[in-house]
């Protein structure tokens, strides 16, 4: 069956440092692979997306995710925090056509501290 | 040009009330879907309609009923409600042969049963 985990639940960094959150994924096939964020009372902001080719893709924001096969990986990474990243993230995966509802992680949130 | 919208943003009940979500995407996707993410953060696909049509029906107790008037509009009907449906209410669409299948979210609505 189709999961995502996102293994750290609540991560800290200083304004300026940098960011990777983790994600992997359980998926038969070749996955669409996602990185969403929402900021405390909105909805869902796409940041990237994975499809094919090149497996590092830049997103919004100056972000940043590489899809690694090997370690059914797609980990999101920001080489420096602004206090304004402070939200919740989201990894998910889906499938190609009518049936791509997607599955999402269990979220990571951010917080920034000055 | 809001894409996806809900109304209403919040909504509060009693238990044993009938309620309805409504959802509209003006970017002229064929499939729209609604997702509950509970307390915890946690977003989980309910119902999937492409082209007004059923696709994705996970385990939602039949008090949740989908209906889609048009290729735009997917709206949730909740009766008799529970102290368990408080949670945020994410309508999204998506073009179903596009390459990424992306998801366009709506704002939300947070639903509150007293």
Redesign the interface.
């Known amino acids: 069956a189709q999961s995502v985990t996102q293994p750290d639940i609540h991560i800290t960094v200083s304004e300026g440092a940098s960011l990777e959150l983790r994600c992997n994924y359980s998926y038969g096939a070749t996955p669409y692979l996602f990185w969403y964020v929402q900021s405390p009372g909105q909805g869902l902001q796409l940041l990237l997306k994975y499809f094919s080719g090149d497996t590092l893709v830049q997103g919004i924001k100056g972000f940043e995710a590489e899809f690694k096969r090997s370690q059914s990986s797609f980990n999101l990474r920001k080489p420096s925090v602004h206090w304004s990243d402070a939200a919740e993230y989201f990894c998910a995966v889906g499938a190609r056509g009518s049936q791509g509802n997607l599955i999402f992680g269990k979220g990571t949130k951010l917080s920034v501290k000055p | 040009d809001t894409a996806v919208s809900q109304t209403p943003k919040y909504l509060v009940t009693q238990m044993g009330n009938d309620k309805s979500i409504k959802c509209e995407q003006n970017l002229g996707h064929?499939?729209m879907?609604w997702y509950k993410q509970d307390s915890?953060?946690?977003?989980?696909?309910m119902f999937?309609y492409?082209n007004k049509e059923l696709?994705?029906n996970e385990t939602v107790p039949n008090r949740f009923s989908p209906k889609s008037p048009d290729k735009a509009h997917l709206n949730l009907h909740i009766n008799s409600l529970e102290l368990g449906d408080s949670a945020v209410y994410?309508c999204a669409s998506?073009q179903?042969?596009a390459?990424?299948?992306?998801?366009?979210?709506?704002?939300?609505t947070r639903l509150t049963v007293l």
């Open positions: 064929d499939t879907y915890k953060k946690f977003l989980k696909i999937s492409n696709i994705i994410f998506s179903a042969s390459s990424y299948n992306e998801q366009f979210f709506g704002p939300g």
